[in-house]
């Protein structure tokens, strides 16, 4: 069977790969099907990594140079340096368990995170050459994740906010992401304005993440023009992106990456 990925890819800016992975192209099978390159959730660890193997081979790099964290919808930030490339590969598990956000000033690198309903956002400073993967689902959403890399960005790269460009990939729709009181009360305890990322429909909640994140950037002086948002939603998309609300939580997932040449 020949592996050829079929990508999602985002202009962000000059000499960068922005993409996320369809579920086109791999040799995975049932709700792993057909390409997913996540160890963690339940897939032939054979078929993760030929799908790998042929994700790289697209983006032109080596195995050692796709960095993605095991997740874990919290806040936690990690900085791919030279040094962390030049580790063993224990070490680097290590460091990447409970990771949700990655951020590397390194070229041939490509940083990705794993998404099937939450929000995937990629940032590119053009000015001092750095990306970030931010992976926000609710509980990472509501905790401001994305905030708190804007904040590494600039103390670590000396980033600003309003010269940082931003994408967020595929993810679940306002009118398809049902949630409970409890969600919603989290949101609004954190500050959020519910009255523009929330609609009560049939005694239900209905969320929307992406403007959820929008509003987050904004408050972190991204400009507005700077933001770009996919219009894919995976539950209503489930058919071509992986969408863990419509094939359960055993099943594949999107990647969503970012990469200077």
Request: charged share 20%.
């Amino acid at each position: 069977m020949k592996i050829s990925p079929v990508l999602t890819y985002y202009d962000i800016g000059p000499e960068v790969t922005a993409f996320s992975t369809t579920r086109y192209g791999g040799c995975s099978t049932g709700n792993y099907a057909s390409f997913n390159v996540n160890e963690y959730c339940g897939d032939d660890i054979s078929c993760v990594r030929r799908n790998r193997a042929a994700l790289c081979e697209l983006l032109g790099i080596q195995d050692s140079n796709l960095i993605y964290p095991h997740q874990t919808h919290g806040v936690e930030v990690e900085i791919i340096t030279a040094d962390f490339l030049n580790s063993p590969a224990e070490y680097q598990k290590r460091r990447l368990d409970g990771v949700d956000a990655l951020i590397t000033s390194e070229r041939g690198v490509c940083i990705a995170v794993s998404t099937a309903d939450c929000v995937p956002i990629l940032l590119y400073d053009d000015a001092h050459k750095v990306v970030a993967a931010v992976h926000s689902g609710w509980r990472g959403t509501a905790k401001k994740n994305v905030v708190g890399v804007i904040a590494q960005l600039q103390k670590s790269f000396g980033c600003k906010p309003s010269g940082l460009k931003v994408v967020m990939g595929p993810a679940i729709s306002r009118d398809t992401f049902e949630v409970g009181q409890e969600v919603y009360d989290c949101f609004a305890d954190n500050g959020f304005p519910m009255r523009d990322i929330a609609d009560r429909k049939r005694e239900r909640w209905y969320v929307d993440l992406k403007e959820a994140n929008r509003w987050l950037l904004m408050q972190s002086g991204v400009l507005s023009p700077n933001i770009s948002i996919s219009d894919i939603c995976t539950y209503r998309q489930s058919e071509e992106y992986f969408s863990a609300r419509r094939l359960s939580i055993q099943s594949g997932r999107i990647l969503t990456g970012i990469m200077m040449s």
